[in-house]
């Protein structure tokens, strides 16, 4: 009786994990994008400053500098404000504002 019960138990708990884990997958994710217009960034070592200081909020964030256009462009699936951004990159000599901000919905699969 009691092993029945526990196969019964394993099989509900099965159910219930696959059901939560479609849920999920369907829902994918939001992946916020900012671009900032900056001043301060001539060197890489001003690169690599501005880039440590943001991945700190998401370490799996993805930013793209470009010196020549003045611009900082980020890809993040946290939800962060600008104003946390543009104080971490003024922590570090760089003056940011705020160029173009979106959310865009993706699916799990294409992370």
Not at 6 to 28: D, N, P, W
Not at 36 to 53: A, H, N, P, W, Y
Not at 88 to 100: R, S
């Amino acid at each position: 009786m009691e092993q029945r019960i526990f196969s019964l138990f394993r099989a509900l708990t099965l159910v219930c994990a696959l059901s939560f884990i479609s849920k999920s997958q369907a829902q994918g994710s939001t992946e916020h994008i900012l671009r900032f217009k900056v001043d301060g960034i001539t060197t890489t070592m001003q690169e690599k400053r501005c880039l440590e200081s943001l991945m700190v909020f998401d370490p799996a964030m993805v930013v793209s500098i470009d010196r020549q256009y003045n611009v900082v462009k980020v890809k993040t699936l946290q939800e962060l404000t600008p104003a946390q951004l543009i104080s971490a990159m003024d922590q570090v000599g760089i003056v940011a504002t705020l160029d173009m901000k979106k959310a865009e919905h993706t699916d799990n699969d294409q992370q």
